[in-house]
């Protein structure tokens, strides 16, 4: 028999599920809060934690590099909202760092299970450390999960959404360890034709099926 409780998982390329929450911001309507922006929505187990609290404030500390990429950050964990608020002013206090970005309080766990954040393999009442990058369209493109207890790559992320912004603006793919200012991959040719004009080109040329040009 079929589990009738089971929640399919956001997958790439799918449109960011929509969901009406609480956040140490506000309420928020996460459809009015994507649009027109790149968004990283990133959970995390626990509020007061330690792994949580590095990561948290890596990604305040970072917040400004973040809204100049026309990207808006927001965190989730199943804790209520007087536990974040509590949280947020103890690391402004104990470290100077102050998380403004929104936090949602997911007590109810509706968007962790939206999300597929909750697997019961590593926890049941705890998010994993998941993070979803989401285009100005409102689509997912790029999925993270990490366990409770190893914390996430501030730069890999960044680096992630770096790549899929060039992707999108020159129509290129990125290779393997790209860094912004290292030459692209141009789309392999589809036709014959394409495969002559590509042999003439200037383009850096390892074979004719894997070319790159610079970019930017």
């Known amino acids: 028999m079929e589990n009738q409780n089971v929640v399919t998982m956001p997958r790439i390329g799918d449109p960011a599920p929509d969901f009406k929450a609480m956040t140490t911001q506000g309420m928020i309507q996460f459809s009015e809060f994507i649009k027109d922006s790149w968004v990283i929505l990133f959970s995390h187990p626990a509020d007061f934690t330690p792994v949580c609290t590095t990561e948290m404030t890596g990604f305040a500390l970072r917040e400004d590099e973040f809204t100049k990429l026309n990207t808006k950050l927001i965190g989730l964990s199943i804790d209520s909202i007087h536990s974040h608020v509590a949280w947020v002013n103890n690391v402004r206090e104990k470290m ?54 190893v914390g996430r790559n501030m730069d890999e992320i960044m680096r992630a959404l770096l790549a899929l912004q060039a992707a999108d603006k020159y129509k290129v793919a990125l290779p393997l360890n790209w860094q912004p200012g290292e030459k692209a991959i141009v789309p392999p040719p589809k036709t014959i034709d394409e495969m002559e004009e590509r042999l003439k080109s200037d383009y850096e040329m390892i074979d004719f099926y894997l070319a790159k040009k610079p970019i930017g």
């Open 96 to 149: 100077g760092i102050l998380m403004k970005f929104p936090i949602i309080a997911d007590i109810d766990m509706k968007v962790s299970k939206l999300y597929g954040m909750l697997q019961p393999g590593e926890s049941e009442t705890a998010a994993v450390r998941a993070v979803f990058f989401i285009d100005p369209n409102g689509k997912i493109r790029l999925i993270m999960y990490y366990p409770l207890n």
